[in-house]
């Protein structure tokens, strides 16, 4: 069980918008519609904002949306704001009952 | 809304246990198919997934594990909590309880407890 792939920083400027990918294998990604994606800002505990690829909780903007293609799960932001530089993970069940995580990108509104 | 607070022991000694426990408010373990899971983030690194437990006890661990971990749920006082023995400097790391559901993902997360492993 690896962690999944994502850059590790990416940024834009305001009112751009800018797609975080997360690249599993056929055994994560590829297989389950199970992707979830969260938010955490500094010193704050993670903030789920996409869950089953695509499906945003209530609240959360319709700036944010989750894509799937193969073994790669994307999260898009669009019309950037200043409040969304955070840093951005993934997650995705595993089978066997496990979950496991993407090492974290960090988004920087220019 | 549901609340979770993770509380314990901010410093452990390398070799012996950590022991955390989350307590739920707001509303009850017992109510919707949730699970209750523990998730850790050393210092400016990643999140890692350390396994969940159900109300009837049932219990997933990450394979790595697995033979270091053991989770509890006490109904009674809304609560589970984590059990880590050996631990060693590489498990110094903010815990974080969150509920969890294989659909929606974890929501809601404590605030974190950071557990520091040192002599």
């Known amino acids: 069980q690896s962690a999944l792939t994502q850059p590790a920083s990416v940024s834009g400027s305001p009112g751009q918008s800018i797609t975080i990918s997360c690249t599993g294998t056929n055994s994560d990604v590829g297989t389950y519609n199970l992707v979830s994606w969260y938010q955490q800002h500094p010193g704050k505990a993670p903030k789920v904002m996409i869950y089953e690829g695509s499906k945003r909780p209530s609240g959360v903007s319709n700036r944010f949306s989750g894509s799937k293609s193969g073994n790669t799960a994307s999260l898009t932001i669009s019309g950037l704001q200043a409040e969304d530089e955070a840093d951005y993970y993934c997650?995705?069940?595993?089978?066997?009952?496990?979950?496991?995580f993407g090492g974290g990108t960090k988004l920087t509104v220019l | 809304q549901v609340q979770l607070q993770e509380s314990g022991p901010g410093l452990v000694e390398p070799s012996q246990t950590l022991s955390l426990t989350c307590t739920v408010s707001g509303g009850s373990l017992s109510s919707g198919s949730y699970y209750w899971s523990w998730i850790r983030q050393p210092a400016g690194r990643g999140l890692e997934w350390i396994g969940r437990i159900y109300t009837s006890g049932n219990t997933n661990y990450n394979p790595s594990l697995k033979s270091r971990v053991a989770m509890s749920v006490d109904t009674s006082k809304n609560q589970f909590s984590l059990k880590m023995t050996s631990v060693t400097a590489a498990d110094t790391a903010v815990y974080y309880c969150?509920?969890?559901?294989?659909?929606?993902?974890?929501?809601?997360w404590g605030q974190g407890s950071l557990v520091t492993v040192s002599s």
């Open positions: 997650c995705s069940y595993a089978g066997g009952v496990t979950w496991v």
């Open positions: 969150a509920r969890h559901h294989p659909t929606t993902g974890f929501d809601p």
